[in-house]
Every structure is written in C-alpha cells, then in structure tokens.
C-alpha cells in the first residue's frame, strides 16, 4: 500500500479527496483524522484476512476473552508503532505541515470500562496478539462509555461520553453476522420417546450486530480480533408498543456500567450480560463449526474464558446449546462445558459479588433459569455425598439460595479453571471466600498475577524512557521485557543515571505544561511528582493521601523552617455517580488544594492537584512523570492493581502498603527500593473478625489527627460546611472500617522517608533505575504467556515467527 513517506503522502492525499470532496487545503483536522484511520484499517485488512485464515485452516485452538469492559483508550498511535510505520506516517504527515498529535488528540478515547478490569483485558488482547497466539475478545459496543468528568466548584459533574458521534474508524460493521437474542417469554416442555424437549415460546427478540475491530499485534502480522456487540431491533414481530420495544432494545448497548449501582439497572444489567454471552456464543460455535465439524470436541478446541462474573451465564448457555439444540444428554453437554470454560475473579470484597434475585433472573430468562437450577440441584447432591448431613456447609456453596443466584459459585462450579489476579489475592480466595470450594476442587485454583503491555505504557507513553533503554541495552527487551534487567548494570554509571534523570525531567515539564493549561496552575517541575490516580473507592484510600498533605500543611504552618522537599501531589479519579462518599473525598481534594495551593506562606513546598476526567490517554502522560507512586489500599483489599505496575516501569518510586502486586513488586526490586507502611493484611483480617480496632482512640491521642478532622468541619476549609461530615463520621463514628487513622502514623513516616531518598539524587536515581529495571516481569506478555501454557493449552503457531 506504501512503503515509504512519499507513497504514503500520495495515498494519504488520495484517499482524502476521494473520502471528503476536498482538497487537502480545505480539509480539517477531523477529516485527516478519519482519511488516515481509515487508510490505516484498509493497511491492517490484508494481515487481519490471513490471520483469520491462518486460524480456520491450522485448525488450532482458539481462546475467546468475554469481557463486559474493555478500556481500549485511543489506538491510532499503538497501532502505526504495532505495524512499523509510525515514523513514515509522521514524516509523511509533517511534509504535509501535520502534525501526528494533532490528529491522536481528535481521536476520542474508547472507555468502554471503569477502571482496572477493563484496562487489564485492553492489555491482554495486546499481548495476545503480540505474542501471536489465537485469542479474541468479545464484549460490548456501548454508545457511551464511562461518563465524561467535569469538576464544578470541587463537585464532579458527569456529562455523556460521546465516543461514538464521528464515527469510530477502527470498527467494522458485519450486519451479515447478526444473531438474535431471545428474552422473556416461557418455556415448554414436551415428552418425545424418551427425552424431553424445551422450547422457549413468546419470547421477545434482540438482534446482536458485530461491530469488529482489528487487534495488531507487535511487529508480526497478527491481527486478532475484538467483536463488540450492538443491540438493535429485531425482525421478529413483537407483541407490544414497538417504540417501547425499540427503546428497551437499544438501551441494551447503550450504556456502560458503573460498577456499583444499585437496584433499578439491574434488569437491564443482566440483560446486558445474557445479550453479551448469548452473542458471543453463536458466534464463537459458528467460527468453530466452519473450522471443524463436531460440537463434541469443542472443549478440546476452544477455550472461553470469564473475566469476572460478568459473563458467567456463558455457562448455562452453552449447556443450553449443546441440551436444546444438539440434543446431547446432560453428563456429556456438561462434560463439555466445564471442559471450555476458565474464570478469572477480580474482587474480595463481598459488596462486589455479584448475586440476582430469582424474581429478576426466571421470567427474563426462563430456559437459562431452569438449567441452573437443575445445574444447582446436582452439585448438591454431589456435595451431599461428599459431606452427609452437612447441610449449613451445602447451602453455603449452592448456586441458589436465599432467593439469588450467586454468579461467583456458577463461575466456579461450570470452569476447569479459577485463578486470582495476584499471589495474595490467590490466597485470600483460597482460604477465605472460596474455601469450601478449594477444599472440593484444589485443582482447579491457580494464580495468575496480573501484567500491563509494556508496549503502550511504556513504549508509546514514553518515547524518550525507551529510546534510553534501547540505546543503552539494545532493542530486545521490545520482545522479550524481562531483559529490561540488562539495566542493572548501569546502577553505577553516573553518565546513565544523569540520562535517565533528563527524561523524567522532559516528562515532568510536559506535564507541568499540561497542568498549567488545563487547570490554570503553575507547578514546579523540580518538584517531587506524587501521583495517586485509580478509581475512587474507600479501600484506594484517597482519604489517607488528602490527610497527610493536611498535616504537611499544618507542619510547614507551624515551623516554617522545617525540613521539606518541595512536593506536587497529583490526583486523578473519577467516583462512581452513585457513590455519594467518594464525591465527597473529591470535593475534600479540591477544598484541600484550594486552600493550600492559595496560601502564599506554603507556596514554593506544596501543590495539589486534581486532573479532570482521568482516561487512559491522560494515564499516558501523568504515569512517565511521576516520581512517586501511591498504592494505599487497605491491605487485602485491593486484588491486584496494575497501576502500580505501570508506574514502576516508568521509573516511579512506590509508597505503598503490603497488598495486592505491591507484594510481589517489593520481591522484585528489594526492600529498598519500594517504601511499605502499614498494616499487613493477616492484621486487617485479624481486626476485622475479632474487633480490637477503636478509631477514636487514635482521635483521642495523636493529635496531629484531630487537628485535621478539626479542620474538615471548623471552618478552617473554605465554604463548606457540614460538607465533610460524612467522612468524620465514617472516621470516629463507623470506627474507620478502612483503617485510615490506624495507618497514618505509619504513612507520615514512610512519605518521610520517601522524601529524604528524593533528596539523595543519586540514590534516588538508582532506586528509579531498579524499578524499571525489574518491571519487565509485570509485562502482560508474562501474563498472557502463563494464561496460554497454564490454561488455555495454547501456543504461537503462526507462520510469521516472531522476532523472539
Ligand atoms: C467493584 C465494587 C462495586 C461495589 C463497591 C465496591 C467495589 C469494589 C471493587 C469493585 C471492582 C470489581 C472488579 C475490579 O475492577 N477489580 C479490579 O481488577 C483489576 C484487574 O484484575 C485489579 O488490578 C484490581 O485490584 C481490582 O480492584
């Protein structure tokens, strides 16, 4: 199509006539956005025919990753470096007079999840298709993603995001590979010889349109591919107001879901989640029959794996495939289906387990209600003769009971496979929630510790941290990102460690910039960087940060003279709309920087700053700046994080408590080099089951602490009021179930610390240096490589080896 710049320009050029009517000087930046997209996915079609080729003639295995969430972010940049013709394309585009980022920054981010889940199976389908092995993602086309955040007076405002209203030029629309999904109506039943027979009568129709969007991998002519799922009406006739029906139909995909809404979405969640899996399960049986011919051996050819419960009713519907419509008997369709199925859990934390009442479930979905009930009834009665007379301990692992059905104990009851996201995680499953079931299936639980793809976060999001690395150690750690400890070496090389310190002084002053102009703020660059930017949840403990830069605040009031390194605290998290406390954290960050960053007496020494509607394309620029990396959760609380990781490979410093990855990152660059506070998790737990724990005590006696709950509710914070009441209470009256106040002391300490490292620049530099150096174990290629081998049973067949 083009090989060099100027090919490309006359293409580009082209292309851009014939698309828009225009010649080049009248274009816009939006019409040369969608001319080069559009060039880009017509270069990425010959490659994505092949590969798809390649896998029905090989015949071999496939994975299909059902997801609820993928958190794609912007992917015209990934896939120009993914292909190798970014520089071309920049060059072409420069002669043109422009520039590559002006048209990256037209492209709207896909936020088709809410936080790490999704963000986790974007950099799995990566590393998938980098490594050239046979998986796809299936999930859903959301009209709009996670909502746009807009700060107004400190409050987060949330306005529609609207990926989708020029088009999304990376999809394609495949209307011929349309399904129907039925909903409501009942079933009969009726005897035939032997065998019963079910139909599902009256029920109301959904058409699934795939929307397919090309996965490039790195360097290798693979493209796999993510198929996203549109509901619209249906041609069967319906039996009620049509544009009532119409209406129903399309709010299927028309929203994703914050994950912690409450009752009234809930029909139209779990309508998501059927349509979702009922899609993806025609699909995915369609594809396997044109390869091979026989249902039976389906188990042996394809794997599906859950990513959270979300997508656990895959289970009975392919039960109800192979019962209904292939007519196997139960113990073989059964066989089958817990032969092709893999789970992933992602939470411990009991609010987030997701349980449907049966009064929702059964008339929404009658046949795939009856086929878990009776799936429920025969793992009772194999626990039954398993643990006589046990009635308390059945009950407690049944599918059904108290009236919900528990999606956790289908996921684990119909897969082969369950693991955790990180070793502690693994664990806490292990022997907590999921003990009964490890105790009668140990086979099944394994660990996978999560990774990131070091191609987007650190490659692209930092152009120059990879040019050093590659000058310095050569290109292979591209392919092989464990290599990236080749670096260690140059522990002592102070000419290294003064380049290093250039580029994450460039990234530091980029985004300086973009602070200044999207807050209005001037920030010194000089400064230590501190970074906390997740979702805001009470177990992030956001609270925790917020406070201690409170009591910095009153220390440097106090003795104005005291021993400080300059310090910007940089905030970015969206709450969930429902999620009335963490609003309130939100509105206590900018009451809290509004007035410190106002005080001229702490001026030089402390900034805080929130950064608008955090997005992955945002994460790209605040994580290479960062110098310190905060990862406060509760211990146990927070099953893995990935942010972590993406902040160490760019050569931040952790501040963090012995939860989730953090474990295994202080494994990977030593005790020294990471800087843990905190209660351990065994001591959460212990405190959470015997008590023991009194928050106002802690109120009571350090007083630097009730000096700044003080502070939220005396006036000392500009025009609020009562506002913080509710995290004062959450703090002395509900005893601080997130153990802010306990963890303090412990905190204020270690950011101590933290700070001094920072003024040693030398040390701090080699402390920099080991973080980047061991990260390149969090690479999701590690990850996903575990998943194949472990799991999944397969391997890189393809016929371009890959460089590695
Ligand atoms: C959901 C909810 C909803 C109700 C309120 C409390 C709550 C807390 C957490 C969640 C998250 C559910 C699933 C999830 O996103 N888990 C995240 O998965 C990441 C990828 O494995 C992992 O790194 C994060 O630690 C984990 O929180």
């Not at 490659?47 to 029905?56: G, K, L, P, Q, S």
């Not at 002669?95 to 999840?113: H, K, N, R, T, V």
């Not at 495949?174 to 032997?194: A, H, I, M, Q, Y």
């Amino acid at each position: 199509m083009f090989s060099n710049k100027d090919e490309f320009k006359l293409a580009f050029l082209k292309k851009l006539e014939m698309g828009f009517g225009k010649t080049f000087p009248e274009s816009t930046v939006r019409d040369q956005y969608h001319t080069l997209g559009n060039m880009i996915r017509e270069f990425i079609s010959t490659d994505w025919i092949n590969t798809n080729e390649h896998y029905r003639l090989t015949k071999q295995k496939q994975v299909y990753y059902l997801s609820i969430e993928f958190l794609l972010g912007k992917v015209l940049s990934q896939n120009l470096m993914n292909l190798g013709i970014y520089t071309i394309v920049q060059e072409g585009l420069s002669d043109l007079g422009i520039g590559l980022e002006q048209l990256e920054e037209i492209e709207p981010d896909a936020g088709l999840g809410n936080g790490g889940l999704g963000r986790l199976a974007a950099c799995f389908l990566d590393s998938l298709s980098s490594l050239g092995l046979p998986g796809h993602g299936c999930g859903i086309r959301y009209r709009h993603g996670l909502f746009e955040q807009k700060i107004m007076n400190g409050y987060q405002l949330e306005l529609p995001d609207h990926w989708l209203r020029h088009g999304h030029v990376w999809e394609v629309r495949k209307e011929d590979l349309s399904v129907e999904v039925p909903f409501w109506g009942r079933v009969e039943c009726t005897k035939t010889g032997e065998n019963l027979e079910f139909k599902h009568l009256d029920a109301e129709y959904v058409t699934a349109v795939p929307y397919d969007l090309p996965v490039v991998g790195y360097n290798n002519s693979t493209v796999n591919t993510l198929r996203l799922w549109s509901a619209e009406v249906s041609p069967y006739p319906v039996n009620k107001d049509i544009m009532h029906y119409k209406r129903e139909t399309e709010m299927i995909s028309e929203f994703l879901y914050p994950d912690d809404t409450h009752d009234e979405g809930k029909i139209l969640r779990l309508k998501q989640q059927y349509f979702l899996v009922a899609a993806s399960l025609r699909s995915i049986i369609r594809s396997y029959l044109n390869r091979k011919g026989d249902i039976k051996q389906l188990s042996k050819d394809i794997c599906i794996h859950i990513n959270d419960t979300h997508p656990a009713l895959a289970i009975p519907e392919l039960m109800r495939i192979l019962l209904d419509e292939y007519r196997l008997g139960w113990e073989e369709s059964w066989e089958i289906t817990r032969g092709t199925f893999c789970y992933t859990n992602h939470t411990t934390l009991s609010e987030a387990l997701e349980k449907w009442p049966i009064h929702i479930f059964k008339p929404l979905l009658p046949r795939i209600y009856m086929i878990i009930e009776e799936m429920n009834e025969r793992y009772c009665h194999e626990l039954w003769e398993k643990f006589p007379g046990e009635w308390d301990h059945i009950q407690e692992m049944a599918i059904i009971a108290d009236g919900v059905v528990k999606m956790a104990h289908l996921a684990v009851v119909g897969s082969f496979s369950v693991n955790g996201v990180a070793r502690i995680h693994t664990e806490i499953l292990k022997d907590r929630e999921m003990k009964l079931f490890y105790q009668h299936s140990p086979e099944k639980f394994n660990n996978k510790t999560n990774g990131i793809t070091h191609r987007r976060w650190l490659l692209k999001a930092n152009p120059e941290l990879s040019s050093l690395i590659t000058d310095t150690i050569g290109n292979d750690w591209v392919y092989q990102p464990e290599q990236m400890k080749n670096l260690l070496p140059y522990m002592n090389d102070s000419a290294f460690l003064d380049q290093l310190a250039v580029v994450k002084q460039k990234k530091k002053e980029q985004l300086a910039k973009r602070i200044l102009d999207q807050n209005g703020l001037l920030i010194d660059p000089t400064s230590i960087f501190d970074v906390q930017v997740k979702r805001l949840h009470a177990y992030k403990r956001q609270l925790l940060n917020i406070i201690h830069i409170m009591h910095l605040y009153n220390r440097l009031k106090e003795d104005a003279s005291c021993d400080f390194y300059p310090r910007t605290f940089i905030f970015g998290a969206k709450a969930s709309p429902g999620y009335y406390y963490a609003k309130k954290i939100i509105k206590l960050i900018h009451s809290v920087a509004e007035k410190i960053n106002h005080d001229p007496a702490v001026k030089e020494r402390i900034k805080v700053v929130f950064m608008e509607n955090y997005r992955v394309s945002l994460a790209e620029e605040i994580i290479p700046a960062s110098d310190i990396s905060e990862q406060i959760s509760t211990a146990s609380k927070e099953a893995s994080g990935t942010g972590n990781m993406k902040l160490m490979m760019n050569g931040a410093v952790t501040v963090g408590t012995l939860d989730g990855a953090n474990i295994e990152i202080r494994e990977k660059v030593g005790a020294d080099d990471i800087f843990i506070f905190g209660l351990s998790a065994k001591e959460v737990m212990k405190f959470e089951q015997e008590g023991g724990y009194n928050s106002m005590e802690y109120y009571y006696h350090d007083k630097r602490l009730q000096e700044i709950i003080n502070q939220m509710r005396n006036g000392f914070l500009p025009d609020v009021a009562d506002e913080f009441e509710p995290i004062v209470d959450s703090l002395l009256t509900e005893n601080d179930q997130y153990f802010v106040m306990r963890d303090f002391d412990s905190y204020v300490n270690i950011q101590q610390q933290a700070g001094s490292a920072f003024e040693n620049r030398q040390k701090w530099l080699r402390m920099s240096l080991r973080n980047i150096a061991m990260s390149g174990y969090f690479s999701s290629d590690r990850t996903i490589e575990e998943y194949a081998s472990q799991i999944w049973g397969i391997s890189n067949t393809s016929l371009e080896t890959s460089i590695n």
